[in-house]
């Protein structure tokens, strides 16, 4: 697995908020919002891709191996579990 797809009508927002807009959001707001270290694309399908690019906070880049890869989509996926009013359990596509 190289990257996470999103479907972003299936992501869930915590019904305590009262959301000023809902889901999907466009593009350019994907990009602002993942961390550094995460790529945010658009696939032909409107999906929300996020790949990992190995950049870090230092301004350093990192070869992307397999076993890099692999770590940097478990960060991800743990990013996407610590955004508290966020549900993604059902909006992760098989790619």
């Given at each position: 697995m190289?990257?996470?797809?999103?479907?972003?009508?299936?992501?869930?927002?915590?019904?305590?908020?009262?959301p000023k807009t809902g889901f999907p959001r466009p593009l350019d707001w994907w990009q602002r919002y993942v961390p550094i270290w995460v790529d945010a694309s658009e696939?032909?399908?409107?999906?929300?891709?996020?790949?990992?690019?190995?950049?870090?906070?230092?301004?350093?880049?990192?070869?992307m191996t397999p076993v890099v890869r692999r770590r940097e989509i478990r960060a991800i996926r743990k990013w996407m579990d610590d955004q508290v009013y966020l549900d993604f359990a059902d909006a992760i596509v098989e790619a």
């Open positions: 190289h990257s996470i797809v999103l479907n972003q009508s299936k992501i869930r927002i915590d019904a305590s908020l009262k696939d032909v399908l409107g999906n929300i891709v996020l790949k990992p690019n190995g950049k870090q906070a230092n301004g350093r880049v990192r070869e």
